[in-house]
């Protein structure tokens, strides 16, 4: 028994990515064919290539069904994949795995939402029939417990703490604005984020991801057969997986100021990656920032900073574009919305840009010689998590 | 003997003040408070919130059969006493009945019940209404109470007689399905429930073996506030024997209201150390008038009251007039836009009894460790079905974590809600009612309240909230 890995044994040969906004002119179906093409043109190949598919979305169809109709598939295994806000990484996973059994030569993961038809703001879980005791509180409530949770262990004072908060939606506000495909292109103001408007706890409207449609894919095969289909493949150096038993919710052994899930993933993920030292060895790491709050714990989750400290990081610049570490350089969850199927393959299609040095100058890291991305996508809440992470390297070996 | 084991009452915490109905309707209101029932409280709630604090006074003895009286049921065909007797964790051989429609049917199930042979829990609640500037809307309120009936040595109080005086006549009204009701001229009703009201009373002292100067408390209680005033001057009783009749503070409370006051005529006694063999009556004008003499006994001294009415009476928050109209579905202010939430699904409600109406976690023998909701694994050690019921409506906690939720569907937002750790072990996040959001902060000390969490397709989710531990609220 153990977790193993799949370290250099897949590639990805080829991306694509809608841009992420209120596409009331788009169905999924069009979100669908979009990403998809982007990707086979990518790759260049067309989807008969493809031996099968993974597709994820959360609630905007079921069954492969969803897939193979708009893409006219024949007679393809299409999976479809669900698992809270991670269902597009969880697509990835699919596949992936698929190519490495060697079951498959060609398998394809393709993640997308159409959210903004439901005629309500923000996410919106269809729950199955059930005794009418499970909690009906937003995610941006059950979120904004840990800024204060986090702020008295450290012994953060309430003015230092928005300001921490606000830092890091000012940053991904810049990265987003650099990015044609980001939801929200306009910088913001440290001011502008501290007074908007609170909606949970002290958690303002820009400390919370928007909402908007989207969709992403991404074209596997195995690593000694990714330079027939591109130069600079993206290997799969690590790919982790942690569901919690949700006992964080019932267990008073647990603070808020620390999500277990994630923790473990990274740890699983480092481990197969042999990465020791990631705040170093990382030359960047697109993660789930839903909430503010959020980024800030998991700079300690995932290792960037020592517990207590990630807020002085912040404040000190150490995850902006130009900083040691450069954290959600296309501008995260805050500047792109949620499209809860695509988010997880939308992070991957940054690294895929960045670490083949293809991101707009006014965006691309510094640190890219390092070699090797994370993406990190978490589900569920404090207390109620799931945690996928990966890592990926532009090199062999 | 016969007579009352125990007695509670239940003032829901929020208070309009009658002034303000004036100052916003430009009409109407008048002195003083009434009681507000919450917008996740109903009579059936009410009730159990007024059952609870009886049992819990009433050492240990469970009743054979527990009563439910109201004017304003949350159900109609399906009984709301058996929902009562779920959060009560009563035994499923337990009768479970509602006396429902009257405002005469409280003091009639407490009248039954007394007269009757098995040990009997008595709940009566109600909520009254009346259109914005009517005077039911100001003299109404919202309550439940509860009296505990059997034999033995607990007795407090014993039934030494009573009687009924019936008369047919429409003085108030109201067709099934309205939430106000109408009225004939007042003082055709005055006439008629003064007399009433002295020959129930003159025939129960007569049962009783008593003369008027015998009673140390009555307690006159009916809708017809003149005809209640009229009677208490007719009878011309010496100074502190018609006892206050809530009235004021709480407001007329219906079919809770005849109880409401007994069980507060009883905690006061207890508490004042009134001598054995102190004669209180409960008169009761609806539809005639019904007397119920009872004589304190020795093990009055002995009780001890949960929550006495008159600390939870000087223990309420104040709600604006606006918020009480939109409470009671008389404004209907913009609703949040988040989708409704679905019906409960009745099986899984059913399956999930003890959890859902009781508020029974798990605790693993092992560990020690409680689960809510109860789970067949353990989160510490892992064993399976190695768990006991942990019963936790009754527990404390404290507050470890709260946060304010601006966007979530609830039918009165913001929704308040917070992590609390339970004295003795146990986690859970609850949401929380009865207290304004700048109340609660980590260490605010909470309890757990029966509530209706929402309605959809005419099925009430009845769940558990926590609140604010207050003296006496």
Request: charge should be negative; hydrophobic fraction near 40%; glycine fraction near 12%.
């Amino acid at each position: 028994m153990g977790s193993h890995g799949i370290y250099d044994k897949v590639a990805i040969v080829g991306m694509g990515c809608t841009q992420f906004a209120e596409l009331w002119e788009k169905g999924l179906d069009d979100l669908i064919v979009d990403a998809s093409t982007e990707a086979f043109t990518s790759a260049g190949i067309g989807k008969d290539d493809v031996d099968a598919y993974w597709f994820g979305t959360a609630q905007s169809g079921m069954s492969g069904i969803t897939l193979a109709r708009p893409l006219q598939l024949a007679n393809k295994p299409v999976t479809r994949v669900e698992n809270y806000c991670t269902t597009g990484s969880e697509a990835l996973r699919g596949a992936v795995y698929a190519v490495a059994s060697g079951a498959y030569d060609v398998a394809m993961a393709v993640g997308a939402e159409k959210v903004k038809d439901s005629g309500y703001q923000g996410l919106n879980a269809m729950n199955p029939p059930g005794d009418g005791t499970a909690r009906t509180l937003t995610a941006a409530a059950m979120f904004s417990m840990v800024a204060p949770a986090y702020a008295q262990k450290y012994g953060v004072d309430e003015e230092t703490m928005a300001e921490v908060l606000a830092s890091i939606a000012v940053k991904n506000h810049a990265n987003g604005a650099k990015n044609p495909r980001a939801q929200f292109r306009r910088e913001i103001t440290k001011e502008a984020a501290l007074s908007s408007p609170r909606l949970a706890g002290s958690l303002g409207v820009f400390d919370c991801a928007g909402v908007a449609d989207g969709a992403a894919a991404a074209i596997v095969v195995r690593a000694e057969d990714a330079r027939n289909y591109t130069d600079k493949p993206l290997y799969i150096k690590a790919l982790s997986f942690a569901a919690g038993s949700g006992s964080g919710l019932i267990d008073p052994g647990y603070d808020y100021t620390h999500f277990p899930e994630c923790e473990a993933a990274a740890a699983d993920a480092y481990a197969q990656a042999g990465i020791t030292d990631p705040r170093r060895q990382l030359a960047m790491a697109e993660v789930h920032d839903c909430f503010t709050p959020t980024e800030l714990v998991l700079m300690e989750d995932l290792g960037f900073a020592p517990r207590g400290t990630a807020w002085k990081e912040v404040l000190a610049g150490t995850f902006a574009l130009d900083g040691d570490l450069p954290v959600n350089p296309d501008g995260g969850l805050k500047s792109f919305g949620h499209p809860v199927g695509a988010s997880g393959l939308r992070m991957f299609f940054e690294c895929w840009l960045q670490m083949r040095r293809e991101a707009p100058a006014e965006r691309q890291i510094a640190t890219v010689d390092r070699g090797l991305a994370m993406t990190h996508n978490l589900g569920g809440y404090p207390g109620e998590m799931v945690s996928f992470v990966s890592v990926v390297g532009s090199e062999l070996g | 003997m016969r007579g009352i084991i125990s007695a509670a009452g239940y003032v829901p915490y929020r208070r309009l003040a009658r002034s303000d109905i004036a100052a916003f309707m430009g009409g109407g209101g008048g002195k003083g408070t009434r009681a507000v029932a919450s917008h996740d409280e109903d009579t059936t709630t009410l009730g159990v919130e007024a059952a609870r604090l009886a049992l819990r006074s009433g050492g240990g003895r469970l009743p054979d059969t527990i009563l439910f009286a109201t004017a304003q049921p949350a159900y109609l065909d399906k009984t709301n006493a058996t929902a009562m007797a779920a959060a009560l964790r009563l035994p499923a051989d337990t009768g479970a009945y509602d006396f429902g429609g009257a405002l005469r049917s409280g003091m009639g199930a407490l009248a039954t019940a007394l007269r009757g042979n098995d040990s009997t829990l008595v709940v009566a609640a109600d909520m009254r209404d009346g259109l914005p500037t009517s005077g039911d809307e100001a003299a109404g309120g919202d309550a439940g109470a509860a009296v505990l009936v059997g034999d033995g040595p607990e007795v407090l109080a014993e039934l030494v007689g009573a009687a009924a005086a019936t008369d047919e006549f429409t003085d108030r009204w109201r067709a099934p399905g309205e939430r106000t009701s109408k009225l004939w001229e007042e003082r055709f009703g005055e006439n008629r429930y003064v007399a009433l009201g002295q020959d129930a009373l003159g025939r129960a002292m007569k049962a009783a073996d008593i003369e008027s100067g015998d009673i140390g408390r009555l307690a006159i209680t009916g809708m017809h506030s003149r005809a209640v005033s009229g009677l208490a001057k007719k009878l011309k009783l010496a100074d502190g024997v018609v006892v206050d009749d809530l009235t004021s503070s709480v407001g007329q409370s219906g079919t809770a209201h005849p109880l409401l006051v007994l069980a507060s005529v009883l905690e006061s006694l207890a508490v004042e150390g009134a001598p054995d063999g102190t004669v209180c009556v409960a008169l009761h004008l609806a539809d005639g008038a019904d007397a119920l003499v009872l004589r304190t006994t020795d093990a009055l001294a002995r009780w001890q009251p949960a929550r006495p009415v008159s600390e939870q009476v000087g223990n309420g928050g104040t709600i604006t007039y606006a918020k009480f109209l939109a409470w009671r579905g008389q404004l209907q202010p913009e609703p949040p836009r988040r989708p409704e939430p679905a019906r409960v699904s009745s099986t899984a409600a059913h399956r999930n009894e003890e959890w859902k109406f009781g508020f029974v976690g798990s605790r693993d023998k092992s560990s020690g460790a409680i689960h809510m909701p109860p789970s067949r694994v353990s989160m510490q050690g892992g064993a399976v079905d190695e768990m006991e019921p942990a019963a936790m409506a009754d527990a404390v906690g404290t507050v470890v974590t709260s946060t304010i939720d601006r966007l979530a569907y609830s039918p009165s937002p913001p929704i308040v809600f917070a992590v609390v750790d339970f004295d003795g072990g146990g986690r859970f996040p609850v949401e929380l009612t009865d207290t304004d959001a700048e109340e609660i902060r980590a260490g605010s000390r909470v309890e757990m309240t029966f509530r209706r969490l929402f309605s959809a397709d005419g099925i009430h989710d009845y769940f558990w909230k926590a609140r604010p531990v207050r003296a006496g609220g």
